[in-house]
């Protein structure tokens, strides 16, 4: 008898505990974890957790608020959807309260199971709303480097002194035709790609904070990259804007956009007189003279004297950027690969085999030679019998890249 009262104990803190379902998980807003720069019509989604396999979700409910103490305590100052009855756990849109452009919001969420018994709040999760109006990028401007080079690498840098006061937050805001590279004090930000059509032009959103000096002068530079137009890219024009916001723990805002304070120089280590890879227009050949790189153009330290300032082309809307600005959330991750083999066939060359195609750059670290000494390279989707690269299947695009060592 006492085993049978144990057994009966044991089933009964079982159904009690399969009784209430467990907290969502897997939050995400626009399809993202914690996104940053989206627009104004949020959608959620989540993952429903029982530990009864044959448990469904028969409602939910969202709060979404301000800020992280409010959030903490349950309370929904942006929007309570209170209980919805209803299966759905993706595509849930918000219907709260005006959210406003470049902040941070907070949201969680429970669930019921199909007996109608309420499980806990989840884990708080974020989204960030980016610049939703062309007004909303007002303090920041297009600026270009005046020339008419169809494959031009333009280098822009800003030196900006900030207060001593604690940096909450600070987020970036950047639009630039076709691609670019951020660097904040000599580190790598972010890469993107903004390709601009006539109906839709595109800005990407990052988190900066951890790059900022407070009590100090901090250096802001971008490398950018406009090509002409091609396969799957419009021509666009040649452009950067950048707008990044710093939040302090008093609540006060510095706003730091481009303009015609900043300066200027063409990248000189790409040659400009490159042919293009395809009849498609989908790149220029490249040719790096490291003997003409500039060292540490991205740090605060580097002297720009002579360089020349950006020609400012005017505040968003502007021709030819007269739409208004979409957020673009697709982030750019890179991975080192290792190669498979490597042999050397003949002297001075060498075959790099990755074992199989991947969408990349070198990344090739080159030692001894003299300076001058031109290294060719040539990629290609296919070895031939002798185990060299195939120059015959390339989709007719030509795969060489040249190195000239300093």
């Not at 608020?65 to 209803?86: M, R």
């Not at 066939?345 to 070198?362: E, M, Q, V």
Request: aromatic content about 14%.
């Amino acid at each position: 008898m006492k085993f049978t009262g144990l057994f009966l104990t044991l089933l009964t803190l079982f159904q009690l505990r399969a009784a209430t379902p467990n907290s969502p998980h897997n939050l995400r807003c626009y399809d993202k974890i914690n996104p940053i720069g989206i627009d104004n019509e949020p959608y959620f989604g989540w993952h429903f957790f029982d530990a009864n396999n044959d448990e469904i979700q028969s409602a939910y409910q969202i709060i979404v608020a301000s800020s992280k103490l409010k959030i903490d305590s349950n309370i929904g100052d942006i929007w309570d959807s209170e209980k919805v009855e209803s299966r759905m756990q993706n595509y849930v849109y918000f219907k709260g309260s005006k959210l406003s452009a470049a902040k941070q919001y907070f949201w969680k969420i429970r669930t019921w199971d199909k007996n109608g018994n309420i499980g806990p709040y989840s884990k708080s999760a974020t989204f960030s709303t980016g610049l939703f109006k062309n007004s909303d990028w007002e303090g920041a401007k297009w600026i270009k480097r005046e020339n008419i080079d169809i494959d031009d690498y333009t280098y822009y840098r800003k030196k900006i002194g900030l207060p001593n006061k604690n940096i909450k937050r600070a987020i970036a805001y950047i639009s630039a035709s076709h691609s670019y590279e951020m660097y904040i004090n000599g580190k790598l930000v972010a890469k993107g790609n903004n390709h601009h059509y006539p109906q839709y032009t595109y800005y990407q959103s990052w988190d900066v904070t951890s790059f900022l000096k407070s009590d100090a002068e901090n250096l802001f530079a971008c490398l950018t990259h406009w090509y002409f137009g091609g396969q799957g890219r419009a021509k666009g024009e040649r452009g950067l804007l950048m707008k990044v916001i710093v939040e302090y723990g008093d609540n006060n805002i510095t706003t730091i956009g481009s303009d015609g304070s900043w300066k200027q120089k063409r990248a000189t280590q790409w040659d400009k007189n490159q042919p293009v890879r395809n009849g498609e227009g989908i790149g220029h050949v490249e040719k790096i003279d490291s003997c003409k790189m500039i060292p540490n153009w991205n740090t605060i330290s580097y002297h720009d004297s002579d360089w020349n300032y950006a020609t400012e082309i005017g505040l968003q809307p502007v021709a030819p950027w007269t739409q208004r600005l979409r957020s673009d959330l697709t982030r750019v991750k890179e991975k080192i690969i290792t190669p498979k083999s490597i042999t050397q066939p003949s002297k001075g060359k060498y075959i790099i085999d990755l074992g199989k195609i991947y969408a990349g750059r070198f990344n090739i670290t080159f030692e001894g030679g003299n300076s001058g000494d031109t290294i060719k390279m040539i990629g290609g989707f296919v070895l031939n019998n002798d185990g060299t690269v195939s120059k015959k299947i390339n989709q007719q695009t030509d795969l060489h890249f040249f190195f000239i060592h300093n």
